[in-house]
């Protein structure tokens, strides 16, 4: 069965044609990052848009590279939450008068779950295993038991590990998107030339939960004070910066690991794609642990999780009713 998937949540118009829910025979991402750069930031009505502009041609491409016909389309899988409203509307109402037209099923998809089933596309990996989820948007830790079946144990309380990386690098001038630019940097910088540490979480928190808040404030306003006396180059502030915001979430990681004994882990979403979370992750696999990346292009947002997603939804007998609408929030978790 070919699946197209389609995924319009933020900034990035993709469109991708899965055969079986494995086999990626296209994934066209149209990115808006050069149009959003001058304002250093996503810009919802610029991105919606954008999307109405390119939604068409970014599907046809996906069609076209995939090399069959729409007619051959088995069943269309569309991002329906959570996101930018704008930017999903435009996405899931193509997606509905597609499968319309062609007489085949749609499936709303959640992005969430998307991105924590995009590792199961390239590097199967056996049920249950710890989920981790890194974006601007999110940050989870959760139990994974099916693609389907997720728990949730830990979030962020405030920013999210992506949103403090854009959020200092807009501060500094560092350039955008602020995550990548800052991982660039830190190559070149000293992780100890700021000695900045991690919050103090209260006993109203779950114990896996995380916090950026602290941590972005304390480097865009405290840098003084954490010094250790050496240069405030770009390089060593975004070393420092990087070296605290990864460890604290490899730290509730571990603790999550150790008390669930799960032995299996896998992250998703675009901070995975950041060098020192791989590294800090792949890490585990000294003690036994196995580790599951997405591809570098299925980190970002992609039409291509969609597309696998949605044919497992279909496998098991899902549809979606053409009355769904796109929500920007975050769908119902189980947190333990």
């Given at each position: 069965m070919?699946?197209?998937?389609?995924?319009?949540?933020?900034?990035?118009?993709?469109?991708?044609?899965?055969?079986?829910?494995?086999n990626?025979?296209?994934?066209?991402?149209?990115t808006q990052?050069?149009?959003?750069?001058?304002f250093?930031g996503?810009?919802p009505?610029l991105?919606?848009?954008?999307?109405t502009?390119?939604?068409?041609?970014v599907?046809?491409?996906?069609?076209?590279?995939?090399?069959?016909?729409?007619?051959?389309?088995?069943?269309?899988?569309a991002t329906?939450r959570?996101?930018?409203?704008?930017s999903?509307?435009?996405?899931?109402?193509?997606?509905?008068?597609?499968?319309?037209?062609l007489?085949?099923?749609f499936?709303?998809?959640?992005h969430?779950?998307?991105?924590?089933?995009a590792?199961?596309?390239?590097h199967?990996?056996e049920?249950?295993?710890?989920?981790?989820?890194?974006?601007?948007?999110?940050?989870?830790i959760?139990?994974?038991?099916?693609?389907?079946?997720i728990?949730?144990?830990?979030?962020?309380?405030?920013?999210?590990?992506?949103?403090?990386?854009?959020?200092?690098?807009?501060?500094?001038?560092?350039g955008?998107?602020g995550?990548?630019?800052?991982?660039?940097?830190?190559?070149?910088?000293?992780?100890?030339?700021?000695?900045?540490?991690?919050?103090?979480?209260?006993?109203?928190y779950?114990?896996?939960?995380?916090?950026?808040?602290?941590?972005k404030?304390?480097?865009?306003?405290q840098?003084?004070?954490?010094?250790t006396?050496?240069?405030?180059t770009?390089e060593?502030?975004?070393?420092?910066?990087?070296r605290?915001?990864?460890?604290?979430?490899i730290?509730?990681?571990?603790k999550?690991l150790?008390?669930?004994?799960?032995?299996?882990?896998?992250?998703?979403?675009?901070?995975?794609?950041?060098?020192?979370v791989?590294s800090?992750?792949?890490?585990?696999?000294?003690d036994?642990?196995?580790?599951?990346?997405p591809?570098?292009?299925?980190?970002?947002?992609?039409?291509?999780?969609?597309?696998?997603l949605?044919?497992?939804?279909?496998?098991?007998?899902?549809?979606?009713?053409?009355s769904?609408?796109?929500?920007?929030r975050?769908?119902?978790?189980?947190?333990s």
């Amino acid at each position: 069965m070919y699946v197209l998937g389609i995924e319009t949540s933020c900034d990035e118009c993709s469109a991708a044609i899965v055969e079986d829910g494995r086999n990626i025979l296209s994934n066209v991402i149209a990115t808006q990052i050069e149009l959003h750069r001058p304002f250093d930031g996503v810009v919802p009505e610029l991105a919606s848009r954008l999307h109405t502009e390119w939604i068409s041609q970014v599907v046809d491409a996906a069609v076209k590279q995939a090399g069959i016909k729409k007619e051959d389309i088995g069943a269309i899988a569309a991002t329906a939450r959570p996101g930018l409203l704008g930017s999903l509307l435009v996405g899931l109402n193509f997606a509905k008068g597609l499968a319309s037209v062609l007489d085949v099923p749609f499936i709303g998809i959640d992005h969430i779950r998307a991105h924590l089933y995009a590792p199961q596309i390239e590097h199967p990996l056996e049920y249950p295993y710890l989920g981790v989820l890194l974006s601007g948007g999110h940050t989870v830790i959760c139990r994974v038991d099916s693609y389907d079946s997720i728990e949730v144990l830990g979030t962020t309380v405030d920013d999210a590990i992506g949103e403090a990386f854009d959020k200092v690098a807009k501060h500094y001038g560092l350039g955008y998107p602020g995550g990548v630019m800052i991982d660039r940097l830190a190559q070149k910088g000293d992780p100890m030339a700021f000695k900045f540490s991690g919050p103090k979480m209260s006993s109203d928190y779950h114990p896996y939960d995380i916090s950026y808040s602290g941590l972005k404030t304390a480097v865009i306003n405290q840098l003084d004070i954490f010094s250790t006396g050496k240069p405030a180059t770009p390089e060593n502030i975004a070393a420092s910066f990087q070296r605290v915001a990864v460890g604290m979430l490899i730290k509730r990681v571990e603790k999550a690991l150790k008390d669930t004994g799960l032995k299996r882990i896998s992250a998703g979403g675009g901070v995975a794609a950041n060098s020192l979370v791989r590294s800090s992750l792949l890490a585990f696999e000294k003690d036994g642990y196995e580790v599951s990346f997405p591809s570098l292009k299925l980190c970002t947002d992609n039409g291509a999780m969609v597309a696998g997603l949605g044919y497992r939804y279909i496998q098991d007998g899902f549809r979606s009713d053409f009355s769904l609408s796109a929500s920007a929030r975050v769908s119902a978790f189980k947190k333990s």
